[in-house]
Each structure stands twice: as C-alpha cells, then as structure tokens.
C-alpha cells in the first residue's frame, strides 16, 4: 500500500509556475495532459522503479509545486528517450520537460551545478557497457552456433 501524502499547503504553490514551464520550447503541450498514464506505461524508468511517475511530475507542475519539483531527484532519471512522447496523445513532450526542469533546478541552486555533466558521463558509460555486452553476447551466440556447426 502507498503511502498517502499530505494535501497540498497553498502557502507552497506558484500559480506561475506551470506558465513558465510552457514559455520554454517543449512546454507548449503541458496544459493539454488529460492523465491517461501512457507516458508512466511506456517509460523505462517506471519499469525498474515503482516510484517514478512522468503523470504525477506534471501534475506537480500544473498544480504549482514549484519547490517539490524542482528539488526532485525524480527530474534527474528521465532518460531524455522520448518513447513517453511518442505515444503521448496529446504531444506533451514530457522529455524536454525535464530538461527545463534540470535547467531550473540548476540556475535556482537546487541542484549542484555539475550534476547535469555527470548524469552524461554516466549515460555515455551506461551505453559503452550496454554496446559492449551486446557484441559480446552476440559473439558468444556465433561461437556457439559456429561450434556445433
């Protein structure tokens, strides 16, 4: 069972915060979300970690959650793979929503400076590894094959 959270303190909200996500290119859309969940269903991290949820990021967005939001380490799993926006029906680009939210979380210091950097380098080595037991497992495959053959 999850845990209920609080209801929302009205005293943390900004009301001006969702019109500022939407005034950056890949905003446009944010409004349009109905909250099917498709971008929650397809997403890889929602795979692995239960917690992660793109629906109730932009919930946070629109309802005006400015702080829990940005202060989220939530913003930074996004994968930037798009597979949320291309089978949004609306065409919200949850991805380059995240990357406005980075962006914000980083100028407004609640997010270390560096951080956007070493999420890239530790995406570059996760593919290396990823390029690499792929050939090697393909190797083993024809080895294997050529062996009995």
């Known amino acids: 069972m999850t845990e209920q959270k609080p209801a929302i303190n009205m005293d943390d909200v ?19 979300c109905f909250a099917c969940g498709t971008c929650t269903a397809g997403c890889p991290i929602s795979e692995i970690d239960e917690e992660y949820n793109p629906r109730r990021i932009i919930r946070e967005i629109l ?13 930074w799993y996004c994968l930037v793979c798009y597979r949320c926006y291309a089978h949004c029906p609306q065409n ?20 270390r400076p560096d ?3 070493r999420i890239q380098e530790i995406d570059k080595r996760l593919q290396i590894l990823r390029h690499d037991l792929i ?13 009995k053959g």
């Open 63 to 75: 309802f005006g959650l400015r702080d829990e939001v940005l202060q989220s380490p939530a913003i």
């Open 92 to 111: 919200v680009n949850f991805p380059d929503l995240m990357r406005v939210l980075r962006y914000l979380a980083i100028k407004e210091n609640y997010a």
């Open 115 to 117: 951080i956007a950097e």
């Open 14 to 32: 900004d009301l001006g915060f969702a019109a500022e996500i939407m005034s950056y290119p890949g905003g446009e859309n944010l409004r349009k």
């Open 135 to 147: 050939k090697y497992d393909l190797t083993a495959a024809h080895e294997s094959q050529s062996s």
